[in-house]
């Protein structure tokens, strides 16, 4: 319990930490501001004016058509007012105000912000384990505690729950950032019990892929005992990822290239579930598409078994690696 609440104070007092989170509340606020300042609940004199000369034009198009009108077996439906956008003009005003409405843009907003945190916390878990083996304070700590399970596991403890307690706190302040640029410059929405029935597992599962994150960053410093080689891991995952994505689509021809996109994966965790579509290829007849649906929980055992491999080998290279 000791050595678990030193790391948790370790974490607490560095520089590096507070400069991470310095870092996301002013990426929080930064993107609440200009959200704020781009929300109208009233139309602006310019798009009032964008506003009159779009609906003036579709007023000419519909007068040219009624003094010219279309043979009718062209299409029957059609009349001449289809060639407006509406016959309202308070519905071109309404098409040039951009409203930023809570209920239902800022969920979006608060998960991929949260994702950005879970970056963060990568960076920053990593840093903490490359700092200690750059500067040989692991080797000093396994000559006080050399059981050296017992010092893997309460590094990744606390610096899992600081992640948790961060990323936690990172989504209050995201829904209150959002909330009350809503409220000033935009409009609340309902906010009913459906609405948070749909939210707080989203919350909860970016909490967790987040947290994932974090986890892969520590695992792979573990691994490769430097920060930058968990750096590179990451950025050649996303590079061969793209690369993948492509050789499925044209080489291999496979039925749901989407598949190998990590991009997919995400949306199907965040949303639950994602319905990935194929058309046949086919001359001479009109076929149904085939779909097949990718759930939260395929994606939560990809990752449980990512997770149970990482810890695995970290695991087993800490324990016998020289640490020299």
């Not at 930490?17 to 609940?41: D, E, K, Q």
């Not at 009159?52 to 007068?63: G, N, T």
């Not at 060639?83 to 239902?104: G, H, I, L, N, P």
């Not at 829904?175 to 409220?183: I, M, P, Q, S, T």
Request: overall charge negative; charged content about 15%; some cysteine.
């Amino acid at each position: 319990m000791n050595l678990f609440l030193a790391e948790l104070r370790r974490i607490t007092h560095r520089r590096l930490t507070w400069i991470f989170m310095a870092i996301a509340l002013g990426i929080v606020l930064l993107a609440s501001g200009m959200t704020a300042l781009t929300s109208h609940t009233e139309p602006t004199p310019s798009q009032l004016a964008n506003a009159e000369e779009v609906w003036a034009a579709d007023q000419e198009r519909v007068a040219e058509c009624q003094e010219s009108p279309p043979p009718a077996n062209d299409d029957p439906d059609f009349t001449c007012e289809d060639r407006a956008y509406s016959q309202s003009k308070e519905d071109y005003y309404d098409m040039f105000t951009s409203t930023f409405v809570f209920s239902d843009e800022a969920p979006y907003f608060i998960l991929r912000l949260t994702v950005v945190g879970g970056l963060l916390m990568l960076i920053l878990g990593s840093s903490l384990i490359g700092a200690e083996w750059r500067s040989g304070g692991m080797s000093n700590l396994l000559l006080w505690h050399p059981t050296r399970m017992k010092v893997l596991w309460s590094k990744l403890t606390a610096s899992l729950i600081a992640c948790t307690v961060a990323l936690s706190a990172l989504i209050v302040i995201v829904f209150l950032a959002y909330y009350v640029a809503a409220a000033v410059r935009g409009d609340v929405g309902t906010l009913d019990g459906e609405w948070w029935a749909a939210f707080l597992p989203k919350a909860g599962r970016a909490v967790v892929l987040s947290m994932f994150m974090a986890l892969f960053g520590i695992t792979i410093t573990y691994l490769g005992r430097h920060t930058a080689i968990a750096g590179g891991v990451v950025a050649a995952t996303l590079i061969l990822n793209m690369l993948m994505v492509g050789f499925a689509r044209l080489a291999l021809e496979l039925k749901y290239p989407q598949m190998w996109s990590l991009n997919t994966w995400v949306n199907a965790w965040f949303d639950g579930e994602l319905t990935l579509t194929h058309f046949p290829e086919s001359a001479d007849v009109v076929t149904e598409p085939e779909t097949m649906t990718l759930t939260y929980g395929t994606v939560g055992i990809a990752m449980l078994v990512t997770t149970v491999v990482l810890l695995a080998l970290s695991s087993w290279t800490f324990r016998k690696r020289d640490i020299a």
